[in-house]
T-cell receptor
Framework: SQKIEQNSEALNIQEGKTATLTCNYT??????LQWYRQDPGRGPVFLLL?????KEKRKERLKVTFDTTLKQSLFHITASQPADSATYLC????????FGSGTKLNVKP | NAGVTQTPKFQVLKTGQSMTLQCAQD?????MYWYRQDPGMGLRLIYY???????DKGEVPNGYNVSRLNKREFSLRLESAAPSQTSVYFC?????????????FGPGTRLTVT
């Protein structure tokens, strides 16, 4: 079965800095990888999708990279704000949907 | 435009009781999903419906049944609840069933089985 690893420890950073979150996966290589944001007590919200033939995808202050050799995706938030504080889930999509357990990001003012 | 709605928001059951979780979407999406989320385990797919009239098992289907009532509604039933089914349940929908489609999630149902 698939194993998806996201850092279970919270990431604490200062406002204005760049946050970098890691998603590692094992076994098969996904054709797509999605990132979601989840706030406490709410359902996940889709942020970005990157395809296996794309190295990088950007959306406003967000950037996702996808390294199929390393079996890893990095999620960056530049100029981070306290409002970016949330848990971020990665979902490498194989033939079915699998989600990582997420990394909690705390942005301190 | 409500998106994906789920009822109830909270539920407490005794072991052996049954209940149905309701989910509806108003985005005219073809595919719908049920997940459970447990601490440290991430979201795990229970069942999904690629299109109206079809359902398939996900990663953790044991102890659950589903019904795709129509294009809008997808329900999840626990026939005989067990403490191991204590979890937060999320319904989601997507325009298509392919893995490239983004999913839209409901607010979740927090279920406790005592």
């Amino acid at each position: 079965s698939q194993k998806i690893e996201q850092n279970s420890e919270a990431l604490n950073i200062q406002e204005g800095k760049t946050a970098t979150l890691t998603c590692n996966y094992t076994n098969y290589s996904p054709a797509y990888l999605q990132w979601y944001r989840q706030d406490p007590g709410r359902g996940p919200v889709f942020l970005l999708l990157i395809r296996e033939n794309e190295k990088e995808k950007r959306k406003e202050r967000l950037k996702v990279t996808f390294d199929t050799t390393l079996k890893q995706s990095l999620f960056h938030i530049t100029a981070s704000q306290p409002a970016d504080s949330a848990t971020y889930l990665c979902a490498p999509n194989f033939n079915k949907f699998y989600f990582g357990s997420g990394t909690k990001l705390n942005v301190k003012p | 435009n409500a998106g994906v709605t789920q009822t109830p928001k909270f539920q407490v059951l005794k072991t052996g009781q049954s209940m149905t979780l309701q989910c509806a979407q108003d985005m005219n999406h073809n595919s719908m999903y049920w997940y459970r989320q447990d601490p440290g385990m991430g979201l795990r797919l229970i069942y999904y419906s690629a299109s109206e009239g079809t359902t398939d098992k996900g990663e953790v289907p044991n102890g659950y049944n589903v019904s795709r009532l129509n294009k809008r509604e997808f329900s999840l039933r626990l026939e005989s609840a067990a403490p191991s089914q204590t979890s937060v349940y999320f319904c989601a929908s997507s325009e298509g069933s392919g893995i490239s489609y983004e999913q839209y999630f409901g607010p979740g149902t927090r279920l406790t089985v005592t």
